[in-house]
């Protein structure tokens, strides 16, 4: 039996499962083995979104938090979702782990591919297996995402029990390994601690360790650090940063800070409204920014190279309503360089300068008018 | 990363005994004078309950014949004759009687509060944390038990399967208990719906969620865990509702079967002598009343020192 180096996407005679008379112990079961990691690896991107669009039911009308959101992530890559607040940028995150609180919030279409499956075709008790195992998630506040009466061994081993069927024992030597793995000294005594007995930082180290205690393929990071102060930020996300690239873990990081995105992430998807505005290589995004959003998500950051006593530019105006976007750009209102045709038609996301670089404008298409 | 983990290792820091939920308790509690004599008298309750019969010189149900003729056949008054709380009018020592009275209202204070955790936990789990048509289901069906009265519903059940095995088990006792723990789950089921309905939208549910952990499993370790203190507190206070309930039924004697007796049917058979031998009916009533007073002592006290927010309040 050879592995084929097939697309792997059709799934016809291709090799997907190591066959159950090959062990990995031998030479030949181990090449075997390596050869359909790299061709599924190769074959296919980890993660492909299509089309995807998430609604809150409300008694207002019906919420468009994230609409017909489409992108991909390859094994191992880093990716940046930012955004202002209430742009979609959560829900998108939720949506990939099913999450979504339902009621009111539901996803009406798409597909989301991770790892070859359709995950939005999965029964809910699939989907739960998956969670944890396949996909970690950290959450924004470390203060409240631990559980006050568990130790916080019982919550770090919980996902390893729960997922990987070991026995107490195993699953708390594991337990003591990330906690170890995540920078927490004596991680053995501080097992039978509670999340009181930890300062924020260190929850939160927790927190990744909990993520991380099935060695997922993807870890869902959202707003890792805005809970915690400066200096404490910068070890969080070095240690997520160190950490994904030991496990091999692809990383999509949700947050509103560009300096925090610049220095972690391999690619950037700017969203605006519900939707994605600008996406691109992270040097693309910011040497050439190709959408007045992105421009003005730039120039509100603060910056060490400026003279200072300058006030910090903002975007004017608010967010729109995502109950009845209407055709327009929705960032129309508020952009500078709006003209009328923005006003009639929403741009759709296509190709700049760079690879896989995109932009949502027209004015900066081939020919526009803003260079 | 390796210097921050040396930097950190301070010998001798954090040597402290980290406090813990149940520590600090306990420390509250140790400062409530009134719930710790509660404390005490519940031990010395079981104690006697448990060790009792070992203690006295007679037997419940022995008639001291010899004292009795002395006596001219009459009520043993106390310090006569070596018993020390006197006999009935068939010559049985009442403090032995008393103690195996105790006996009784201990296992009501543990058979019922089981039955009503078994029925109440698993109800007010599932209503606070499914909600919607469950919840309005289980809570009417609560309503309707809540709204029927107790004590005749308690009387209809016993009478009816007072013939039957399950009626004749523990002295006729346990369908009794039963059937208090099936009238009184009601507020357990309401105390821990409530509790679920807010620590349902804590965040660490959805980050139990987030790693794939059942739902069974969120209810069962990471919710009723957090319910645990308020749970604690309606058992140690329902107890003395189910000691009362059982000694009223004895009374009107409904329950234990002659020749023993609970405390409600050792007053009961004392009234007739309320006035020459008011000992009679005295002592099985302060026996009940000590019993109630020290349980709700406990109660209130643990209720003060598992909610810390709650104290000076109510």
Not at chain 1, 188 to 202: A, C, L, T, V, W
Not at chain 1, 242 to 247: A, G, K
Not at chain 1, 290 to 310: C, I, K, T
Not at chain 2, 243 to 252: D, G, P, S, V, Y
């Amino acid at each position: 039996m050879t592995v084929s180096d097939d697309q792997g996407r059709a799934g016809s005679p291709v090799l997907t499962e190591l066959p159950e008379d090959v062990s990995v112990e031998t030479e030949e079961g181990r090449r075997l083995a390596e050869a359909l990691q790299d061709s599924r690896r190769h074959a296919r991107k980890l993660l492909e979104v299509r089309n995807l669009s998430t609604q809150f039911y409300t008694s207002d009308g019906v919420v468009h938090a994230v609409d017909e959101v489409s992108f991909e992530l390859d094994y191992g890559e880093t990716l940046g979702l930012v955004g202002e607040s209430g742009c979609g940028k959560s829900v998108t995150a939720l949506s990939l782990t099913r999450l979504v609180p339902n009621p009111p919030g539901k996803i009406v279409a798409g597909e989301i591919i991770l790892d070859g499956i359709n995950i939005l075709k999965l029964s809910n008790e699939e989907m739960r297996r998956l969670r944890g195992k396949k996909i970690g998630f950290i959450f924004q506040d470390p203060m409240t995402s631990l559980n006050p009466t568990l130790t916080i061994g019982f919550q770090i081993a919980e996902s390893a029990r729960v997922h990987l069927d070991l026995s107490r024992k195993a699953a708390e030597d594991r337990a003591v390994e990330l906690l170890s793995k995540v920078g927490i000294p004596r991680a053995r005594d501080r097992m039978k601690d509670y999340p009181h007995q930890f300062s924020g930082g260190m929850r939160q180290r927790v927190m990744i360790a909990i993520a991380l205690a099935c060695d997922p393929m993807l870890l869902l990071a959202d707003e890792p650090t805005t809970a915690l102060d400066v200096t404490i930020q910068a070890q969080i996300l070095e240690l997520i940063k160190s950490l994904s690239s030991e496990f091999g873990t692809a990383v999509i990081l949700i947050t509103h800070d560009l300096g925090i995105a610049a220095g972690m992430c391999n690619r950037i998807n700017v969203m605006y409204a519900g939707r994605i505005v600008e996406t691109g290589p992270v040097d693309d995004i910011f040497e050439r920014p190709r959408m007045p959003y992105a421009w003005g998500l730039l120039e509100s950051l603060p910056r060490l190279d400026e003279e200072r006593h300058n006030r910090l530019r903002t975007i004017e105006g608010l967010p729109p309503d995502l109950i009845n976007p209407g055709a327009e750009c929705r960032f129309s209102p508020r952009c500078r360089y709006a003209r009328d045709v923005c006003r009639e038609h929403e741009p759709e996301l296509s190709e700049r300068e760079g690879e896989g670089h995109k932009a949502r404008c027209f004015g900066t298409e081939p020919g526009g008018w803003i260079q | 990363m390796a210097n921050q983990t040396q930097a950190l290792e301070v010998p001798g820091a954090l040597t402290r005994k980290p406090a813990s939920l149940w520590g600090d308790a306990w420390k509250r509690l140790r400062k409530n004078k009134l719930a710790l004599v509660g404390g005490f008298f519940v031990l010395l309750l079981l104690f006697v309950a448990i060790f009792g019969p070992y203690l006295t010189p007679y037997d419940y149900r022995t008639q001291d014949f010899v004292s009795l003729k002395a006596n001219h056949y009459q009520v043993i008054p106390p310090f006569h004759f070596g018993h020390l709380l006197g006999t009935d009018e068939l010559g049985r020592d009442l403090l032995s009687r008393l103690m195996d009275g105790a006996r009784i209202s201990m296992t009501v204070a543990v058979v019922v509060q089981i039955v009503v955790l078994l029925i109440g936990l698993p109800m007010g789990a599932a209503a606070g944390w499914f909600g919607g048509r469950l919840d309005t289901f289980l809570m009417r069906f609560t309503d309707v038990v809540y709204a029927f009265p107790d004590l005749l519903f308690i009387i209809l059940l016993s009478v009816s399967f007072r013939e039957t095995f399950f009626g004749k088990a523990m002295d006729g006792l346990l369908l009794v208990f039963v059937a208090i723990g099936m009238v009184s789950w009601v507020t357990m089921a309401r105390l821990v719906r409530g509790q679920l309905l807010s620590l349902k939208e804590q965040e660490y549910v959805e980050a139990a969620r987030a790693i794939g952990v059942s739902d069974f499993r969120i209810v069962t370790r990471h919710l009723l865990p957090n319910a645990i203190g308020p749970v604690i507190v309606a058992v140690t206070l329902g107890i003395p509702g189910a000691i009362l309930t059982e000694a009223t039924l004895a009374f009107i004697g409904i329950g234990v079967q002659a020749p023993r007796a609970s405390w409600g049917s050792l007053a009961f058979t004392g009234e007739p002598y309320i006035r020459s031998q008011p000992h009679l009916i005295l002592f099985p009533a302060i026996a009940i009343a000590i019993a109630l007073v020290s349980f709700t002592f406990l109660g209130d006290g643990l209720r003060d020192a598992l909610d810390p927010k709650l104290k000076g309040k109510q």
